[in-house]
């Protein structure tokens, strides 16, 4: 029965339909849009005080399900009704089987005006028309690229060492020579044939366009770092450099990303060759040639008044510290942090800098000084000139821009700092710059005006209610109230300090794999979609990128069948890797990987959609990567011809059967890789990612089947056993010596559910589902606590079946709450009741929301159920004359008539018809079994268990048929046949879902024998 069980079940989850998810969620004013009349506001800010005309602004758009299906259709007017240039791309779509490839996000870019600190409304449409014309072209020839966006020009040749060959404005050569290039100056390490000072060029491998259209055209450069004829033969470090070009401007923005990306296999006369190098560097600059003649004249801004100089020589600005008071030595703020940080710091001094914040020289003169730099300078003679801004030029120092009239650089790790710098492997550093090209001197404050412009993040927001619509956020969204304070009363990446700036450590998040709430882990952007606080976004916005670039998991391609247990954090050496470092090295990343148990991350989707970054978008590659290791031991046997992780295939790396009970999963240590896998499909739509988390999934149904009441636990304790969370209970530290009892805190269920509900998103698998539903009854019913006047209070830290508690009156240690680390169960539990419409957990939640101080983030999801239930409450009336009859061998058919929609009236969207050998009931009752004797052993608990099922279990625990008949009318009559049963008793029912969806109660449970 099991392959035939097996094979239908595919056909069951491709057969759900888009349906299944619903969209018709209560008090959502302003987004009641159909597909052909979308007339949706999206709202510019501009937050850097820099009014824009004609600017290219860019942001991701969220559709519901099948709303959208060709982003062509998409155009943008004025509040005016006025067509401006505009352009979409698909960012990821709700896909097959499950849904209908529709859009899901959309990335749009449009030009547009809006005043300084202010906002500024356009329409998106997508009723198609005639596109408006730019200036912006992109000219392909064999030799290269050719950019114009109006005012300027930019050739970007396919091979050598220059990013950008030549650069012209008006007619007036700005870049030419070798181009504008990367150079590494190597440091010293003789064993591996470095010698210091050694400078190794871009050497361009591969150019790609990643985006073209009328307003906006990105170009992806890659390649590696070559010194001629010496030096790292192989390369000194890979970067990535996306170039961005918009209609109107004579900018280019360049993205800049060095990274130590390498992981493969090479096969010598000695076998197998793994290896990781991190490799010293003194300097490592984007440099310019420049056309400007010699009577130039340079500026650059400082924090006070620019330096400004006729050039006979370079005038540079060079920012050696953070320029605040922990610029050289933590203090008292910072001692909890000394121990830790010790590799970064020498005792409590930081590495490498010199003197406090910046300076600015022209040749041997100290020309001007201060603390923080903005970064930004100019060159320029009577006719033309090029400036550069630098985004987050202080805040990431050490930095360094030097302007000449032949010469421009930027120093993304410049030499003037008095440390060595290098990458560990599977990190990454991007910088962000722009070079503007213009006609005639730059002012000053035109200067001043191009860096703010570049120092925030200028996009557009649609409605609130829209984003909560389209459930654009897997967190969930609801229109809660705007809090109190905004981030900006608390944080302001102007005034930071200490550990907090710096190349590696602007925008850290904190140690992984601690105790506590973690950023990655929940959503970061909710208050940017909702409220537009710019602050809140900025915050988000430096932890993302951080976390995008420095965390070492970024490796481009591996082979997971050989690299599969070192991505999992396991040591290299039986990986077979050989990690090789330079003399004087010392592990800088003390922050490390995040676990299993922590490596949950939302703010790089959020980021990706909100922005288009594309290195959010690799990160989540990576990610997903990391994801499918951790997991690999379930999926595929290890490789048996010695090119696996080692010489002899691993014997607990074993393809599991979803389908076999005793393949049980339990923890976040499975949840966060299902959850991060799950969401590596919606961003891809791999197909084959699909299987790799069913498994998961299962084996969590499988561990929820284990229990009489969906306790997502597969740990036992004995009596009196305080091990794992044995002693952690409302107890104390000595748990009850009377009965066994499986003891679980509740947060790791929350995340084992959380991971489903991202896991059911993109599949409908009913698999997931009963198992979400199990949860939710569990928590809702089994677990909760309530006061003496019936008021819900939550759930202990820890849980036990035979332990509980199952009264405030029990707790001795501890107390019950929906928040704290019971958000995880609290936000989950919203997403649950989004698939069924059930108003028990609707009851709860508000209870939840209800004991409250204010709105919080954290159970948004909660929040939503609440704010936002469905308009449509009225489940299906629940069958009542369902009937079964045995029709043949290991056959069963079943009859009864459809309900409505709504009750007895209209059509229902699906059914569910379930079978076990068993009596069905809607939730058990009588557990934990209290007839003596108790269990005081795993084993004797595993006998209690199963005489218990003997005699019921859940609809949610007992087997679901697949290929059931869609709904008809209410009071058709239908049937449906059930085949490849075994002999022996069986029990039939079945529950009707609506499009909300809601789920009606149960039918009538039908027993029958099969021969």
């Known amino acids: 029965m099991r392959g035939a069980y097996v094979l239908a079940l595919v056909v069951g989850v491709m057969a759900l339909g888009s349906a299944a998810l619903g969209d018709g969620m209560a008090n959502l004013p302003g987004a009641d849009f159909k597909p052909g009349s979308l007339r949706l506001p999206l709202t510019v800010h501009e937050r850097s005080g820099v009014a824009r005309t004609g600017v290219v602004v860019t942001s991701g758009v969220p559709f519901p399900v099948g709303f959208l299906t060709d982003v062509n259709k998409l155009r943008v007017v004025d509040s005016a009704g006025k067509a401006v240039p505009c352009q979409a791309s698909v960012m990821s779509r709700w896909w097959r089987p499950t849904y209908d490839d529709s859009v899901r996000w959309a990335l749009v870019s449009f030009q547009g005006d809006v005043k300084a600190r202010d906002t500024a409304t356009y329409i998106l449409t997508d009723a198609g028309g005639a596109t408006q014309k730019t200036d912006l072209a992109l000219v392909k020839t064999d030799a290269g690229l050719t950019v114009k966006t109006g005012p300027g020009q930019f050739v970007i040749p ?185 590799p970064w710091t020498e005792g409590e001094t930081v590495r490498g800098v010199t003197f406090r914040g910046y300076k600015v020289t022209a040749g041997e003169e100290e020309v001007a000084s201060g603390n923080h730099a903005l970064g930004a300078a100019d060159v320029s003679n009577e006719q033309a000139g090029v400036s550069v801004a630098f985004r987050d030029f202080w805040q990431q120092y050490p930095k360094a821009v030097e302007v000449g009239p032949k010469k421009l650089r930027v120093g993304l790790w410049p030499e003037e700092f008095d440390d060595v710098f290098f990458l560990e492997s599977g990190q990454r550093k991007s910088y962000d710059v722009v070079l503007d090209l213009h006609e005639g001197v730059r002012a000053a404050d035109a200067l001043k005006a191009l860096s703010d412009a570049h120092d925030r993040t200028l996009l557009f927001r649609a409605p609130p209610a829209w984003y909560v619509k389209c459930e654009a956020f897997d967190a969930g969204l609801a229109l809660i109230q705007p809090p109190a304070r905004t981030w900006a009363d608390v944080w302001n990446k102007d005034n930071l300090d200490g550990v907090n700036v710096g190349w590696d450590w602007y925008g850290w998040i904190s140690g992984w794999n601690s105790g506590g709430g973690h950023w990655n882990q929940n959503t970061c952007f909710a208050r940017w979609a909702l409220f537009g606080d710019g602050a809140s976004f900025d915050l988000a916005e430096s932890k993302t990128l951080w976390a995008a670039d420095v965390t070492p998991l970024n490796y481009d391609d591996p082979d997971l069948s050989q690299f599969w247990l070192m991505l999992r954090s396991w040591n290299l050496r039986e990986n077979r890797v050989k990690k090789h470092t330079f003399p004087g090295y010392y592990y800088r990343a003390v922050w490390g990987l995040p676990d299993s148990g922590h490596m949950g991350f939302l703010i790089w989707p959020e980021y990706y959609y909100l922005t288009g970054d594309a290195r959010a978008r690799v990160a989540i590659d990576h990610l997903g990567l990391r994801a499918r290791a951790f997991l690999w031991q379930y999926n595929y046997d290890d490789r048996a011809d010695g090119k696996g992780p080692l010489p002899h295939p691993i014997d607990w790396c074993k393809k599991r059967d979803p389908d076999d009970p005793t393949y049980r999963l339990y923890d976040r240590y499975k949840g966060w890789p299902l959850y991060d896998l799950a969401q590596w499909y919606q961003l891809t739509g791999k197909a084959d990612l699909v299987p790799e988390c069913r498994s998961v999934a299962y084996a969590f149904r499988n561990t929820g089947r284990w229990s009489p009441t969906g306790f997502l636990c597969g740990y036992l304790n004995a009596a009196g056993d305080n091990s794992m969370y044995g002693g952690q209970t409302h107890l104390g530290r000595q748990p009850p010596t009377d009965s066994a009892s499986q003891c679980y805190a509740h947060f790791q269920m929350g995340i084992m559910a959380t991971s489903l509900v991202e896991y059911y998103r993109e599949t409908l698998d009913e698999e997931a589902l009963d198992t979400l539903v199990g949860f939710a009854d569990f928590v809702c019913h089994h677990a909760l606590l309530r006061d003496e006047a019936g008021r819900a209070k939550g759930w202990t830290y820890v849980f036990g079946d035979y332990w509980g508690p199952y009264s405030l009156a029990e707790i001795k240690s501890g107390g019950a709450t929906f928040t704290v680390s019971n958000f995880r169960v609290t936000q989950p539990l919203g997403h649950i009741y989004r698939y069924t419409g059930r108003q028990d957990y609707l009851k709860v939640l508000q209870e939840a929301i209800g004991s409250l101080q204010g709105p919080s983030t954290d159970i948004i999801a909660a929040h939503r159920a609440v704010l936002h239930p469905h308009v449509d409450q009225t489940p299906p009336a629940a069958v009542m004359d369902l009937a079964a009859k045995v029709t043949g061998k290991g056959q069963v058919t079943l009859t009864w008539t459809a309900p409505g929609d709504d009750g007895a009236a209209g059509s229902a969207q699906r059914y569910q018809v379930k079978y076990a050998p068993v009596t069905i009931v809607e939730r058990v009752t009588g557990w934990p079994d209290r007839t003596p004797p108790l269990p005081k052993t795993a084993e004797e608990w595993e006998a209690k268990v199963k005489a218990f099922q003997a005699k019921q279990i859940a609809f949610w625990q007992a087997f679901n048929c697949k290929g059931e008949p869609t709904p008809g009318p209410a009071g058709t009559k239908q049937t449906f046949t059930v085949t490849g049963l075994k002999p022996g008793r069986y029990d039939f029912a079945l529950k009707t879902f609506d499009d909300a969806p809601n789920i009606s109660d149960l039918s009538n449970v039908v027993t029958v024998t099969v021969e």
Request: glycine share 12%.
């Open 158 to 342: 396919t091979a050598g060492s220059a990013l950008i060959s030549r650069a012209n404005i008006g007619g007036w050569p700005i870049i030419a020579g070798r181009g504008l290039r990367a150079e590494i100056t190597g440091g010293n390490w003789p064993e591996e044939g470095m010698k210091s000072g050694l400078v190794h060029t871009s050497d361009i491998k591969k150019v790609a366009i990643e985006e073209q259209g009328p307003v906006r055209v990105v170009v992806l450069v890659e390649g590696t770092h070559i010194a001629s004829g010496a030096g790292v033969k192989a390369g000194l470090y890979d970067f990535e450099c996306r170039l961005y070009f918009t209609a109107g401007s004579s900018a280019v923005r360049i993205v800049h990303t060095l990274k130590n990306s390498r992981l493969k296999t090479e096969q010598t006369a000695g076998g197998l060759s793994r290896n990781l190098y991190v490799w010293p560097f003194t300097d490592c600059s984007l440099v310019a040639d420049l056309a400007l003649g010699e009577n130039a004249t340079a500026t650059v801004l400082g924090e006070k008044a620019p330096a400004k100089r006729a050039l006979g020589d370079t005038l540079k600005l060079y920012q050696d510290s953070s320029g605040g008071d922990e610029w050289r030595d933590f203090g008292e703020r910072m001692m909890n942090y000394s121990k830790w940080l010790s």
